[in-house]
């Protein structure tokens, strides 16, 4: 069973920069496309960034050019690197991971995805 654990939210007034962290265990890290998904106050959980086992990132509109996502593998961790932080990014962080033997497959949609961390909420104040 594979088990997956966010990091690194806060409270952070609007411009600043964040860093959230992923470490899964209980299963190959490289086996899985990942990604982040965010919940706000009364909304869906929409995706924010994934990435495929090969590397190959894909933004939602709203933080593509802020937001970067990439992976360490050798570590078991997977990274959000967000910066320029807007009040509208307040949520709660969950990272994913999906199954899948394809080296450059992801999905946008949360329903794919296999394994889930307990979130991690991101505040910024304006």
């Known amino acids: 069973q594979v088990q997956v654990v966010e990091s690194g939210g806060g409270l952070v007034q609007v411009g600043d920069s964040l860093r959230l962290s992923c470490t899964t265990s209980g299963g190959a890290p490289r086996d899985y496309a990942m990604g982040w998904f965010r919940q706000a106050p009364g909304k869906e959980r929409e995706f924010a960034a994934v990435?495929?086992?090969?590397?190959?990132?894909s933004y939602t509109d709203s933080v593509r050019g802020r937001f970067t996502i990439y992976r360490d593998n050798a570590k078991n961790t997977l990274f959000l690197q967000m910066h320029s932080l807007k009040p509208e990014d307040t949520a709660v962080y969950y990272c994913?991971?999906?199954?899948?033997?394809?080296?450059?497959?992801?999905?946008?949609?949360?329903?794919?995805?296999?394994?889930w961390g307990q979130g991690t909420q991101v505040t910024v104040s304006s």
């Open positions: 994913a991971a999906k199954t899948t033997t394809d080296l450059f497959e992801f999905s946008h949609f949360a329903r794919d995805y296999n394994y």
């Open positions: 990435i495929s086992r090969a590397g190959r990132p």
